[in-house]
């Protein structure tokens, strides 16, 4: 017979170890295979994103997207619910048309801000003038009522609407560094300009408003082509507009040529009163330990410029998802899981904040949470959340997972706690092992965080599917482990002080938002 060499042995020994001849696992084969051949992550999206729209909190589209959710729930017989946590000013948004109407007729790319007041059911026609260069703030208050019925544009024209990756494919070295030092010297001079005024990016749309502007005009490039960042309005009474790049550029150099453009602006918004803020959660009961939990965890809410698909709507898709296919395939968890879908993240972690500050029992027994609220993108990264064991059981559950997907996936233990950001970082404050599911970046910053580019067909199905599956098989591991995960906290590196590091302390959520 022929001696097997020790140096075999290591090396088989080795690749079992590595998965290779891994038992398989019926739940997890259950979990991928219904995924793959049963998604139902389309509809879901279609169903959310384009019939119900953004979910700006306070909206009826907000509510009307917590009854979706728990309608949903039911007909998977998962038990769901809507919590109450709070009240926001209650707003929704109507058309936006906005068209130059001199020297020459143009419909203009743009819409009102969020929260922006109407034009009261009228459009209305003024002309459009630029912020000017005053001394100071005296010099300021002089100019003032030359604002009385003008649209005030108080963005800077962007010296260019291309994005600097288009530049740097296309452009001479010298004339891209040009274009960036001009650049930077114009963005210096309008903040010195804004600043002159003696009043900030936040008050002094008010203070136009006070002077009988007939509203306020700017444009928030968000780098990208066609992109542009749309959030909440300052005034009052009069109706602040979101124009494109493209558009803001052509009014403000036929200003600045003496064509003094006029255009016209119908904005439709209706105040709702005083709304009530839920967050929706759902549950599938544990049958051994149904007092420990899982939670899987996305925020709801969304801005309102697209339709919020990749913040946080393909969070919110990969969660319920989930959640549908463990019904399924794994209906008695040992421990309790549970999915949180919260309101008012984007105002400061509110509906996560509130959920932990209300459930301190829920909190005290998590044995994990998985949020995630970063585009579309396949996960590429797990943070220990500075919890010194998180290694272990976070490593453990990972092994289950298909070599496919977790193979991209890059691991930091034990990481430093996350003090924002998403809604992990709420349950991370309060000593609860949660853990953000991070994903590939797929341009999430310049053309679809917060923008009006966040819409449906930017949502990577095949991306966001393996999400779900990896969140599925999480949940389901973190239910069956015989052990109660550890939450011992690392010692955290020394801070810029020399002091040692602190743990993020927990936060108390708005519970009145956007009420005077
Ligand atoms: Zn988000």
Do not use: C
């Not at 589209?61 to 926001?88: D, L």
């Amino acid at each position: 017979m022929k001696k097997i060499s020790p140096l075999f042995i290591l090396l088989f020994l080795l690749l079992v170890q590595s998965g290779f001849g891994q038992t398989k696992d019926p739940v997890v084969e259950s979990i991928v295979k219904e995924a793959t051949e049963n998604s139902q992550l389309e509809k879901l999206a279609h169903e959310l994103m384009d019939v119900i729209g953004p979910r700006l909190v306070g909206s009826p589209q907000m509510m009307q997207a917590h009854e979706w959710a728990v309608a949903k729930y039911k007909s998977w017989n998962i038990t769901a619910k809507n919590e109450k946590w709070g009240e926001w000013r209650g707003w929704e948004r109507g058309v936006s048309h906005i068209d130059m109407v001199s020297p020459r007729v143009k419909s203009l790319e743009g819409m009102q801000l969020a929260w922006s007041p109407g034009t009261g059911g009228k459009t209305v026609t003024a002309e459009v003038m630029i912020l000017p260069d005053v001394a100071d703030s005296v010099a300021f208050q002089k100019w003032l009522p030359s604002a009385k019925g003008k649209f005030v544009m108080i963005s800077m024209n962007q010296p260019t609407g291309r994005p600097d990756y288009n530049w740097q494919e296309f452009a001479t070295k010298e004339s891209f560094e040009k274009m960036k030092k001009d650049r930077d010297v114009q963005t210096e001079a309008w903040a010195n300009r804004l600043k002159k005024t003696g009043y900030t990016t936040r008050t002094l749309p008010v203070a136009l408003e006070k002077a009988g502007a007939a509203g306020i005009v700017m444009s928030y490039w968000s780098k990208g082509f066609g992109a542009n960042k749309i959030f909440g309005a300052y005034t009052k009474t009069i109706p602040t507009v979101d124009i494109s790049l493209e558009d803001y550029g052509l009014l403000y150099r036929l200003s600045e040529s003496g064509h003094t453009p006029k255009i016209s602006v119908r904005a439709d918004a209706k105040e709702t009163g005083v709304s009530t803020t839920f967050n929706t959660i759902g549950e599938i009961r544990g049958t051994e330990k149904p007092d420990e939990y899982v939670m899987l965890s996305a925020h709801f809410d969304s801005w309102d410029g697209g339709t919020g698909a990749t913040d946080n709507g393909t969070g919110t898709i990969v969660m319920m998802e989930a959640m549908r296919i463990l019904k399924k395939v794994y209906p008695n968890p040992k421990r309790t899981i549970l999915v949180g879908h919260w309101g008012s993240e984007e105002q400061g972690l509110n509906g996560s904040r509130a959920f932990v500050e209300d459930h301190p029992e829920i909190v005290k027994n998590i044995q994990a949470v998985f949020n995630q609220d970063n585009g579309t993108g396949r996960v590429i990264n797990i943070s220990g959340q500075g919890f010194l064991n998180a290694y272990d059981y976070i490593g453990r559950w990972l092994s289950k997972v298909p070599e496919s997907i977790k193979a991209p996936i890059e691991t930091r233990f034990p990481g430093a706690p996350g003090a924002g950001g998403s809604d992990y970082a709420s349950f991370v404050a309060a000593g609860a092992p949660a853990f953000s599911l991070s994903s590939l970046n797929w341009s999430y910053g310049t053309y679809t965080w917060h923008t009006n580019r966040d819409t449906y067909d930017k949502i990577v199905f095949d991306d966001v599917r393996s999400n779900a599956i990896l969140a599925a098989i999480m949940a389901y591991q973190a239910s069956e482990d015989p052990v109660k995960t550890s939450r011992e906290k690392s010692i955290l590196p020394l801070n810029a002080e020399g002091k040692p590091g602190a743990w993020p302390e927990q936060r108390k959520p708005i519970r009145r938002g956007g009420l005077d």
